[in-house]
């Protein structure tokens, strides 16, 4: 009779053990996925902003297309006041990168429409509408492209 | 250990979420978004893209791109034909009438393309949890008939998951508030997705669920709101600049972009300014174009669309056979019930009833699907549901305050200890009373008990350590312990039913603490103002004492009238923060002083002084013996 209490005492014991171990490793797990996560969250917040600061950004750059090679001290101050963005940009880690010329590829580029061009290869890029931008190496916003059909 | 997993395989966007020690949780995919669209492409270099990355070469790829393959899934190739006529993709009729979807020469089942969804899901997911996803509980619209669900269910199979349960979207969303768990009640899910508009009545209590009714529009959604905005301001661009920016590409990229932003601003503002600049140009130049949106402009735009929600509504509160009255519960689904405009309108449906929206909406699917993974999988019998101690615990000490040890919503079981000591010069016993609640001052909490520990040698007050510990245990029963490190006495105390307090009595505990923080702060500075003071005089006064002759007589006279000064105040129990400060700055001064004139002359070994000992050591006003 007592032996088999003992047997199945045993058989709890065991069994809760392996419960307070698996308890023990899922905290660790989690522990160790929250020290990656908190070391991701800043930057996360970080490249939120990022990404609407660049609309702003953009802005500026379709106001120098459309002046061109027009000089003036009023263009020349905006030339300024965009190359200033694009240096604190890049302090922080946000380069853009050329999309032109390349075949065009999902992870980097976004197809906004397509043209017929003879002499280019099929699905290459064509023509940029918005720059791509890369965040200390991953992609932060991939550039949106004209690719030839 | 392989995790189970619950799926929201939605039209547009599809959402993963896993149990994590009894809590869900949604899992980012391996682009680090919450929500991964449902769109699967095939490139002409064999490449098969998921998610994002197939929705950025849909423009190059039409044909290839598959998208709103649930619309087609376990349907009859003769049932689709108005879905045909929306995609630009192929559909052909398939063996018995199947839908197949034909691609650069091939067929797939709809089943194999949400099967690709599903696999880079669980892919995604197994990478960020860092363990194997296997299973699934998958949901699908509660109107899908059988060989919809058994599609969705061969689709789970060819992602290679093991499909627990096809459960239904409402039912889902219900589980995620628990609704289960309470008396039986009649639900309303009201989803507004991006493209589709789903009602449902359900039947929900004791661990049952029953859907008695469901109505929609499989054409109603978020998107259609964007799309009245963008109309609406290419029509005001055109009238005033005589170009439709809708026909340039580019232009219109960027006015969707904006207006989806405009509609999500207005759920939380009033107005708000939709800028584009240098959006287009003609032979006069660059064109701008900022203009303003106010909430009552959106919402006379899309009125009709909202009112577009109440036939189904009504259908589906009748098909049930009943009336707006007998709604208990209403659960709102779907990113565009954050809309105000559908709030009111849903208010207003249901006689005023406030609907539940603290889970997100856009995961409240995903949340119950992967509450019922856990239920399966056997995962919540293992894991022991735990209870948070509801209200902080501690004791009261020097000058009345409470000194917390387990603080509110703390996992239990727990044990937290601190190390205190005696108030006073030569105490021999402390009085630990044992306090619950929020509040600095002790008499504003709840008492739990009072227990004595005697036997302390006699000493300079701060100098005896008496180790305070609470220890919680699974059931919410707790045991206080002080002892003294000296002597190893120990006394206990044990309090049942510490964490089974009403709701009620919580609620109105937290916001009391809430209501009276700033006099509650007040009042706690006063008192470690009169205690600092006090401290210090003791301080000076011992100092005195050791210096005997040796000090200064003017310097004794000024300190023996501050520290009479003190003391005053403290029996007054003067609230004067100022002048306690004050004072204590100029006995530590005094204290300063004197130290110098002790340190000319041979010493004995100074007392450990009261404060300024290790971080965990407070003065206790533990109250004398006898």
Redo the contacts between chains.
């Keep these: 009779m007592a032996e088999k209490t003992i047997e199945t005492l045993e058989q709890d014991l065991k069994t809760e053990h392996a419960?307070y171990l698996?308890?023990l490793a899922?905290?660790d797990?989690?522990r160790r996925?929250i020290d990656r996560d908190r070391a991701k969250f800043g930057t996360?917040a970080l490249r939120d902003f990022m990404s609407e600061l660049l609309d702003v950004v953009d802005?500026l750059e379709?106001?120098l297309?459309?002046v061109g090679e027009e000089a003036s001290p009023l263009i020349d101050g905006v030339r300024f006041v965009h190359q200033k963005l694009l240096s604190l940009l890049e302090k922080e880690g946000v380069r853009p990168f050329e999309s032109v010329g390349k075949p065009?590829d999902?992870?980097l580029?976004?197809?906004?429409?397509?043209v017929a061009a003879k002499d280019t290869a099929e699905?290459t890029v064509v023509r940029e509408?918005r720059h791509g931008y890369k965040f200390k190496g991953d992609i932060l916003r991939?550039a949106?492209v004209v690719?030839a059909r | 250990?392989p995790k189970a997993v619950g799926i929201d395989l939605g039209t547009t966007n599809s959402v993963v979420a896993v149990m994590?020690?009894g809590k869900p949780t949604v899992i980012p995919n391996a682009e680090?978004s919450r929500l991964t669209p449902s769109v699967v492409a095939f490139t002409?270099t064999g490449e098969r893209?998921v998610g994002q990355?197939?929705k950025?070469?849909?423009?190059?790829n039409p044909e290839n791109t598959i998208y709103s393959a649930k619309r087609f899934i376990g349907r009859r190739y003769s049932e689709v034909q108005e879905e045909i006529k929306n995609v630009p993709f192929k559909v052909v009729a398939g063996p018995n009438d199947a839908v197949r979807f034909e691609i650069m020469g091939k067929l797939y089942a709809p089943e194999e393309i949400s099967a690709q969804v599903l696999r880079k899901l669980a892919d995604d997911a197994t990478k960020y949890?860092?363990?194997k996803v296997n299973d699934a509980v998958i949901t699908v619209p509660a109107y899908f008939n059988d060989a919809q669900r058994q599609a969705t269910k061969d689709a789970g199979k060819i992602a290679g998951l093991n499909v627990l349960r096809i459960i239904n979207e409402p039912t889902a969303a219900a589980l995620s508030y628990g609704l289960d768990k309470k008396k039986n009640e009649t639900v309303l899910v009201f989803d507004l997705g991006g493209g589709t508009f789903d009602v449902s009545i359900l039947d929900v209590g004791d661990g049952v669920f029953e859907v008695k009714s469901t109505a929609g529009d499989t054409h109603l959604g978020g998107d259609d709101f964007d799309k009245r905005i963008v109309d609406w301001v290419a029509d005001e661009f055109k009238r005033d600049n005589g170009i439709d920016l809708r026909k340039d590409?580019?232009a219109l990229?960027r006015l969707i972009e904006a207006a989806e932003k405009a509609k999500i601003e207005l759920s939380g503002t009033m107005e708000t300014t939709i800028s584009l600049?240098?959006i287009t140009?003609d032979a006069t130049?660059?064109k701008h174009l900022e203009m303003r949106l106010t909430r009552a402009k959106f919402e006379q735009l899309t009125a009709d669309l909202v009112e577009r929600c109440v036939g189904p509504f009504k259908q589906a509160v009748g098909d049930a056979k009943l009336s707006e009255r007998d709604i208990d519960e209403v659960i709102l689904v779907g990113g565009a019930t954050r809309m105000p405009s559908i709030q009111t309108l849903v208010r207003r449906l249901t006689g005023g009833k406030e609907p539940n929206q603290s889970v997100n909406p856009d995961e409240v699917v995903a949340i119950g699907a992967a509450i019922q993974a856990g239920v399966l999988a056997g995962e919540v019998k293992?894991?022991v549901l735990l209870d948070v101690t509801p209200l902080s615990m501690g004791l009261e000490t020097l000058g009345g305050v409470m000194t917390k040890l387990v603080d509110r919503n703390t996992t239990i079981p727990v044990r937290r200890s601190e190390v205190f000591s005696t108030a006073d010069d030569n105490q021999t016993a402390v009085d630990v009373h044992v306090l619950q609640g929020e509040r600095p001052v002790a008499r504003d909490n709840r008492t739990l008990g009072h227990f004595r520990l005697e036997g302390i040698r006699p000493a300079p007050r701060g100098v005896p350590q008496v180790e305070v510990t609470f220890d919680i245990d699974a059931n919410g029963i707790l045991t206080a312990t002080a002892r003294d490190k000296d002597t190893g006495k120990e006394q206990k105390i044990t309090i049942t039913g510490s964490t089974q307090l009403p709701k009620e009595e919580i609620d109105r505990m937290v916001r009391d603490s809430e209501m009276h923080a700033d006099e509650d702060r007040r009042r706690k500075e006063e008192i470690e103002a009169r205690n600092n003071a006090d401290s210090m005089g003791h301080q000076v006064e011992r100092q005195l004492r050791e210096l005997g002759d040796r000090a200064p007589a003017n310097e004794r006279a000024r300190a023996e009238q501050m520290i009479n000064q003190v003391r005053e105040l403290v029996r007054t129990q003067s609230t004067d923060i100022n002048q306690l400060r004050q004072l204590t700055n100029d006995l530590q001064q005094i204290l300063y002083g004197l130290a110098g004139a002790a340190s000319q002359a041979p010493q004995p070994e100074t007392q450990k002084t009261g404060t300024g000992g290790p971080d965990d050591v407070i003065d206790a006003d533990f109250r004398k013996a006898g």
Excluded: K
């Design positions: 419960m698996r308890a899922d905290f797990n989690y996925r996360e802005d379709r106001f297309n459309s065009f999902p992870s580029h976004e197809v906004i429409s397509t699905g509408a991939p949106r690719v | 250990m994590e020690g680090g002409r893209l990355l197939a950025r070469q849909a423009v190059l949890l860092g363990e590409r580019q990229q600049p240098f140009a130049g660059p293992d894991v």
